[in-house]
């Protein structure tokens, strides 16, 4: 079959690229896959203008890929803002209560981070990031160490050696809903049994 060049999102890297990609390596032995990280606008322009074969992207709930790429929803993404258990933190009960806190948060092209800045803008709240950083594992330990807030898929706290460290904050007005999807052109050079099986694989995992 020859290469296939694959796009996945930060977000989603362990959840593609490790077991995943290797059943379908393991079912399709001729293929050779390349696979590329980056953000989900990057990856699905790359898609549409053919950079890509396929990316698995987030996309904001009830946005639906553009008319010139094929696109499957596999799955949903929540993202949740978590803080320190410490007791000395104050509470906060509305976005307003979030004015001068330090943030921990992706490195800007992230579309979650985007939309909590907007939101934040729309409650004339300021946002400080103070740590920017890809590995949310490490937005956890900074976030357990007291060090700023911040936002991060659920999936990815409940597995955590520091969920215990940390508790969710539910904030009303402040929630990202992401949905998931596997992104492709036509033709795709004989690569949709490929693709359907990569997705669906996420989909059971997912």
Not at 75 to 88: A, F, H, P, T
């Amino acid at each position: 079959m020859g290469e296939i060049r694959i796009g996945v999102a930060h977000a989603l890297t362990e959840l593609t690229l490790t077991e995943p990609v290797g059943q379908v390596c393991r079912k399709f032995p001729k293929i050779a896959p390349c696979l590329r990280t980056g953000w989900s606008r990057e990856l699905l322009e790359r898609v549409r203008s053919r950079g890509l074969d396929a990316a698995v992207i987030l996309l904001p709930e009830g946005e639906q890929p553009p008319t010139e790429v094929v696109g499957k929803q596999i799955g949903k993404e929540r993202l949740v803002l978590i803080i320190s258990r410490r007791e000395d933190n104050p509470p906060v009960r509305r976005i307003q209560d979030l004015a001068g806190v330090q943030w921990i948060l992706n490195p800007e092209g992230c579309a979650a981070r985007a939309a909590l800045r907007s939101t934040l803008l729309r409650a004339n709240v300021g946002m400080a990031v103070a740590i920017e950083a890809y590995n949310y594992e490490l937005q956890l330990a900074l976030a357990a160490q007291n060090r700023g807030l911040s936002l991060v898929p659920e999936r990815i706290l409940k597995r955590s050696r520091l969920r215990s460290r940390l508790r969710v904050l539910r904030v009303p007005g402040l929630s990202f809903p992401l949905t998931i999807w596997m992104v492709y052109c036509q033709p795709t050079s004989g690569f949709n049994a490929v693709i359907g099986e990569l997705s669906r694989i996420l989909m059971r995992r997912l």
